[in-house]
């Protein structure tokens, strides 16, 4: 998909929110959105894939890696993480300003170029951001323009994830269809599922009021709700959303396609 979206930017000014958020909180605190992890798993885990992409992208590499031998230098103290994250961005920043990235590189998604990289960085970054405030009970706020273009990217991708997200190969169908219509601007996503797989009708977001296919599903809702349902952050059954169709397909969708 086609977008003007200084996604370098975005990376870091979701980490600076991010490091805002842990930098106010207990490290102990539990993410409920996250089993198992604390706010200190959270970090730990968003700053190590920071520094894995921003590897990959110094090494430009064009095939699957063997290995993930990454140079963490974790903080000691819990107390450090949140300072830690912040030089992983910068240190992505830096490699971004330096790196072509519409160059070819290997990527595990739909988009054979660097800059695969750097969008994945910022919807890691940012879904990670969101689990920290509903951590901490804040009511999280995403950009409109950034969410639809995180549901895109997520749409896109989603088909190629199988080998960490293996469930996503039980997302079959005889021809079925979900749509996931945006609320508050312009465009939907049109999911086909069929016999041999699935995946995304178009590349990225039709224009609302296009005339548009007929589909199984359809879910309603505003681009940030959309993108966090698709991260399982929040249930189609809120009240933020317009549900229509076929109820067990969603379903199937929801229990198949966790990231």
Known sequence: MTTTLDHPAAVAA?????????????????????????????????????????????????EPPRGREVDLRLPERPEGYPDWLAEAAAQAGAEFAAADLDAPMWAWGADQHARFWVRRMLFETLVHRVDAELALGLRPAIDP????????????????????????????????????????????????????????????????????????????????DLLLLLYGRLDRADDRFEVLGDQELLAHWVANSAF
């Open 14 to 62: 979701e980490t600076a929110r991010f490091v805002a958020v842990v930098r106010a909180a207990d490290p102990s605190t539990k993410v409920p959105t996250c089993p198992d992890w604390t706010m200190t798993d959270l970090v730990r885990h968003a700053g190590s894939v920071q520094r894995w992409f921003t590897v990959l992208l110094r090494q430009r590499i064009q």
């Open 145 to 224: 323009v950034l969410a639809a273009d995180g549901v895109s990217e997520f749409l896109a991708n989603l088909p190629f994830a199988a080998v960490f997200a293996p469930r996503t190969a039980l997302l079959r169908g005889a021809d079925r269809s979900i749509r996931f219509t945006r609320t508050d601007g312009k465009g939907d996503w049109l999911v086909r599922l069929r016999p041999d797989g699935f995946g995304l009708d178009g590349d990225g977001p039709a224009p609302r009021g296009a005339q548009a296919p007929p589909a199984d599903a359809t879910v309603r809702g505003t681009a940030a």
